[in-house]
């Protein structure tokens, strides 16, 4: 499967988002690739700091014309996730036609709930080439016993896409795993964020899947 996580705002965990999802899939036995399509390259910064054999590989494609080298490219991976660019609506547009699901992390913020306007055009536009497009929003640094995570799904009732079941609270291990190249398993095989990635990715391969 070909998972682009997007989503036009800044800094909403994306990246985030896209190595410990890659990393999750690997740790359950698939041959996984990562693309960078953002030009910042933070996912190949992420691999570059990593003093560990590498989990899955990692390459830089930040081109508008993805969607038409994503099959050669993917040849001999299970799934292919694409971290996408912030901002660049044309390397967004790429990647959703590049891919079968988009998730679009969100973070308990009114600003995120209103940006999120931006990505889900885009989604509606591609629909009209790729009807058969699956979206869905992931909230990402919920804060642990508040209740802003129930109030961002609310919000986020009034798009198309759902909001996955999965959650992923705000824990320092992503950020402290991330500057050695870790996915946050690595530092914390049993902790509550590895828990939360792997149901993240049990509840995409479940529902998204193909069969
Ligand atoms: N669940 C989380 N808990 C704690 N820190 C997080 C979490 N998710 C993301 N972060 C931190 O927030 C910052 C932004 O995350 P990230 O780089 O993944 O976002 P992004 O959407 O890829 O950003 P950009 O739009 O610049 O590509 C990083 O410092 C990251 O470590
Ligand atoms: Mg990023």
Redesign the pocket.
Same mark, same amino acid.
């Given at each position: 499967m070909k998972i682009a @996580?997007l989503?036009q705002? #800044? #800094?909403? !965990?994306? =990246? =985030?988002?896209?190595v410990n999802l890659a990393a999750s899939l690997t740790r359950a036995g698939s041959r996984v690739l990562l693309i960078d399509a $953002?030009p910042?390259g933070?996912a190949l910064d992420w691999v570059a700091a990593r003093e560990a054999e590498p989990l899955f590989p990692v390459v830089g494609l930040p081109k508008p014309t993805l969607h038409r080298d994503v099959d050669q490219i993917s040849e001999g991976y299970d799934h292919v996730l694409i $971290? !996408?660019?912030? +901002?660049v609506a044309e390397l967004a547009r790429s990647a959703i036609m590049a891919s079968d699901l988009v998730l679009i992390?969100v973070q308990p913020s009114p600003y995120d709930v209103w940006a999120a306007d931006e990505v889900v055009k885009l989604l509606d536009e591609a629909r009209i080439y790729k009807p058969g497009l699956q979206a869905a929003f992931v909230v990402? +640094?919920?804060i642990v016993n508040t209740a802003l995570g129930r109030d961002v799904r609310d919000a986020l009732a009034t798009y198309s896409p759902p909001v996955l079941d999965a959650a @992923?609270?705000? +824990? @320092?291990?992503? *950020?402290e795993s *991330?500057a050695q190249g870790l996915a946050s398993f690595e530092s914390e095989p049993d902790g509550p964020?590895a828990r939360e990635v792997e149901a993240l990715r049990e509840e995409i391969m479940q529902n998204y899947a193909q069969p």
């Open positions: @996580i989503n705002k #800044g #800094g909403v !965990g994306k =990246t =985030t988002l896209s $953002d910042q933070s $971290d !996408g660019p912030p +901002r992390p990402n +640094r919920k @992923i609270c705000q +824990r @320092i291990v992503f *950020a *991330a964020a």
